[in-house]
């Protein structure tokens, strides 16, 4: 390698400080530990050559390495694990023994096969852009309309970037375009009533499927949502877009019925029907027969099909919501108990299925829980399960009609099912009340 040529062949150190450096020496299997140490402080520095300022390095318990260096780092040889702070102008003017121009920086380099200050840069970019995207985000969220239903905020700039949901933007192909959809779909928002997900996608993004789940763009506007405070981070997609007046399907899911139609329908006796969101939202509840008549809320379809099988004279009034139940579905079911039934609710033992009997609390104060207490669950456990599923205590909500169920539910760290009462299920739908 001749002097002339002004850079490294590698490119791995900058204005050519290896050439016609003597490297074989500098770079031998017992002395990499040093430019290890010395390339990783560069990436953090910025700073390639290292020619300047003081480092701390480490010594390794090897003595073979520590002898290595010895020329290098002075006339003493280090301890095993000794640290010592070494001023690099020193580190450099014996290095120019081996070549003109070298600098400790570039043997690092040379060592570690890559460029140098790589991680320093990175952040600072990344930085950059970050900087750059807040900016944009806050013009954005001053451009919507006074009447706007969700308004980013500067403060919640910090809970996104908490979350990952910043780090997320970044790594999109188009930041910035992704900003500009998003404050669009805010922008089309309806501020009173409701719109349909897949046309406000289509008007905000062109794709009725850019606001799916899953996707970059649904993702950011509920993570605003959740740092505005109009959602939570865990609610269910259904409800934190119910929340911000979107529907996701207004003829998909809704209440499985059976035995229990609105008003003025007319439908064979045991006919199971889905009630689509569409329906439920302005469906007027029969009055019941009598007074103290019960309607069950379950959450499995398989309690339901259970219930087709029993005797025809048994009068059945079930309500499944086929897992999670949306804001309009409790909704549907408060106005059921407002028109005169009880109602009776309940789910799996864990952590969703007592988050949903909650919801159904607080939709319907005058709910009762329907076989949902700790000795329900402690005979719902599997004896022998083929795989156990273990329960996720930390999502596990408070149970505060039997606070020894959420207890006993810690304690066990097992989930539990409807199947597993079924019997009793029908025993009580058969007699047409909860068991007390």
């Not at 490294?8 to 002395?31: F, H, I, M, V, Y």
């Not at 908490?162 to 192909?173: K, S």
């Not at 981070?233 to 996701?248: E, F, Q």
Request: charged share 20%; with cysteine.
């Amino acid at each position: 390698m001749s002097s002339g040529e002004p850079d490294c062949p590698q490119q791995w150190c900058t204005g050519g400080a290896c050439n016609g450096a003597r490297l074989d020496s500098l770079l031998t299997k017992e002395a990499r530990w040093l430019w290890k140490q010395l390339a990783a402080k560069a990436d953090r520095s910025g700073e390639p050559s290292m020619t300047g300022g003081t480092t701390m390095i480490t010594a390794p318990a090897a003595g073979t390495e520590r002898a290595a260096v010895l020329g290098l780092l002075g006339p003493r040889i280090l301890a095993p694990g000794e640290r010592r702070r070494i001023r690099l102008e020193k580190l450099t003017l014996r290095l120019r023994q081996h070549g003109e121009r070298l600098t400790p920086g570039a043997v690092a380099a040379h060592a570690a096969g890559r460029a140098l200050g790589s991680t320093a840069a990175e952040q600072a970019h990344r930085l950059a852009r970050t900087t750059t995207l807040r900016t944009l985000r806050a013009r954005l969220a001053g451009a919507l309309p006074e009447t706007a239903r969700l308004r980013p905020s500067d403060e919640a700039w910090e809970e996104l970037h908490r979350t990952g949901r910043i780090a997320r933007v970044l790594q999109h192909p188009r930041p910035e375009q992704l900003l500009h959809t998003a404050a669009e779909v805010l922008r089309l928002l309806p501020p009173h009533g409701h719109i349909d997900r897949r046309l406000l996608a289509f008007k905000a993004a062109g794709d009725p499927h850019g606001l799916d789940a899953g996707t970059d763009l649904a993702g950011l506007v509920l993570a605003e949502a959740a740092a505005a405070g109009l959602t939570t981070p865990g609610m269910p997609p259904r409800t934190a877009w119910g929340a911000l007046g979107v529907d996701l399907d207004r003829l998909g899911g809704g209440l499985l019925s059976l035995g229990i139609h609105p008003d003025g329908w007319h439908v064979p006796a045991r006919f199971p029907l889905v009630l689509p969101p569409a329906t439920l939202t302005d469906v007027h509840w029969p009055a019941p027969p009598c007074k103290g008549s019960w309607v069950f809320v379950t959450e499995n379809p398989s309690v339901t099909t259970a219930a087709l099988a029993l005797d025809p004279a048994v009068p059945v009034q079930l309500l499944c919501t086929v897992g999670t139940p949306s804001a309009t579905e409790l909704d549907s079911v408060a106005r059921l108990a407002d028109s005169g039934w009880n109602i009776a609710a309940r789910a799996d033992f864990d952590a969703s299925g007592i988050q949903h009997v909650r919801a159904a609390l607080r939709a319907v104060p005058r709910a009762r829980p329907w076989r949902m207490n700790a000795d329900d669950y402690l005979r719902s456990l599997h004896p022998t399960p083929l795989q156990s599923t273990a329960l996720d205590t930390e999502r596990l909500p408070e149970t505060e009609w039997d606070p020894a169920l959420h207890a006993v539910m810690r304690a066990q760290g097992c989930p539990a099912y409807e199947e597993a009462l079924l019997d009793d299920l029908l025993d009580d739908i058969r007699h047409g009340r909860p068991c007390p």
